[in-house]
């Protein structure tokens, strides 16, 4: 049986950091800290719930880390550009290797699977938009554990979906705390490392391989 590639979608298939590109005109040179801040303030939202046992929509946690931010820094924008910015998360572009990257995997036998903390709906219409839908035999989304990733049953709902087992399982994505909580689970795991400063957490924990793109991870993966 072919192995099964699970890969995280906001960060890992399709990029974020889009966003900032709407905050420019409001924030101006303060676009980039503010988006990262925002970022990093969404996945703690989403850590939280997941430990209050206190789920909810990721869509929820974005708007929320948000209206936390702006609170907190005093910043410009009113309650209708809150909800633009955050309508802005369902526009997203592919990452400029997915598309070649994913036909490649999937030329070579691979299984596909989208692997994410946003509803299936939400990602659904992400990956519609984006063009990358197509690649994928189905959407594998946390609503239905009622939990984020890193949590351990997330990883067990994925490996439920695939029908793989652990070994056979592959989760790419270029966030740490994603390899991390898929290592923790048996899995195995390709880090996509996006950026020339992203760092692994130092838990002693690699990622069984390393790209810097999906066109790599095409060319290197052992299948």
Same mark, same amino acid.
């Given at each position: ?33 503010? !988006? ?21 929509? @990721? ?5 929320? #880390? +948000? ?37 490649? +995997? ?6 596909? !699977?989208? @692997? ?10 992400? +990956?519609?938009? #984006? ?23 997330? !990883? ?11 070994? #056979? ?55």
């Amino acid at each position: 049986m072919s192995s099964s590639l699970a890969f995280d979608v906001y960060g890992t298939l399709i990029d974020p950091s889009d966003v900032i590109r709407q905050l420019r005109p409001r924030l101006a040179g303060e676009a980039e800290g503010f !988006y990262r801040r925002w970022r990093d303030k969404q996945l703690e939202y989403s850590f939280r719930r997941g430990l209050m046992g206190a789920y909810v929509d @990721f869509a929820q946690c974005t708007r929320e #880390a +948000l209206a936390y931010l702006c609170a907190a820094e005093q910043a410009p924008l009113d309650e209708q550009v809150q909800q633009q910015l955050c309508d802005a998360w369902t526009r997203l572009p592919a990452f400029a290797d997915s598309a070649a990257g994913l036909a490649q +995997l999937q030329q070579r036998g691979a299984q596909l !699977y989208a @692997f994410s903390n946003g509803s299936h709906a939400a990602v659904n219409a992400l +990956l519609e938009q #984006a063009g990358l839908a197509d690649f994928f035999r189905e959407i594998v989304s946390v609503e239905a554990v009622g939990n984020f990733k890193p949590a351990p049953a997330v !990883y067990q709902y994925l490996l439920q979906r695939t029908g793989s087992a652990a070994q #056979a399982t592959w989760l790419v994505s270029s966030n740490s705390f994603d390899i991390l909580g898929a290592a923790h689970a048996g899995l195995r795991s390709v880090w996509v490392k996006r950026a020339a400063t992203a760092v692994l957490d130092p838990w002693g924990i690699d990622a069984d391989l390393q790209v810097s793109d999906l066109r790599q991870l095409a060319e290197r993966w052992p299948g």
